[in-house]
């Protein structure tokens, strides 16, 4: 009895995560210039993805993470290998920007961060053949993205959902 009673303290005891906590979805206009994006996810203590797209214009989708470092992005409508020289750092309440998007170009950014059962970034090196590779998820993941940074590439996409074979 006394045992089920500390276990039960220390389940009880666990902070509870929010959605809030873990995702943003943020809508700003870019300045030009210096920019910090404030939407409450902790990204330099816990790591994380900005995905960032214009609303207006036809430009690619962005994307930095911290287990590239926020120096390097990706865009995720392209084949392209990562780039670097990305000037950004990522914040305990967002993330900044030293050269941001166009003056008053409007923007939507999806923040996820690292968060046991909801989402987790892995960067490995391929061997060409099939693997397991680990992660910190806590549980088997409903959508996995890969994508080749070194050189040109398509993405691969999972789905659970998805019954249907890859395409390459």
């Known amino acids: 009895m006394l045992i089920k009673k500390a276990l039960a303290a220390s389940v009880s005891a666990a902070p509870k995560v929010y959605v809030e906590d873990v995702f943003s979805t943020y809508l700003y206009d870019g300045n030009g210039s210096s920019q910090t994006i404030t939407n409450g996810i902790d990204l330099s203590g816990k790591g994380g993805l900005v995905w960032e797209k214009s609303r207006s214009t036809a430009v690619s989708h962005f994307l930095i993470d911290s287990a590239r470092g926020a120096g390097n992005s990706l865009e995720s409508d392209t084949t ?9 750092t ?79």
């Open 80 to 88: 392209d290998a990562q780039a670097s020289g990305t000037t950004a």
């Open 90 to 168: 990522f914040n305990s309440d967002g993330y900044s920007y030293t050269t941001s998007w166009g003056s008053g170009l409007p923007i939507v950014s999806w923040t996820f961060r690292k968060q046991a059962k909801f989402f987790d970034i892995v960067t490995y090196t391929g061997n060409g053949s099939a693997r397991t590779i680990s992660h910190n998820l806590g549980s088997v993941p409903g959508c996995i993205m890969v994508k080749r940074t070194d050189t040109t590439g398509a993405w691969q996409v999972y789905h659970r959902a998805n019954t249907a074979a890859p395409k390459t």
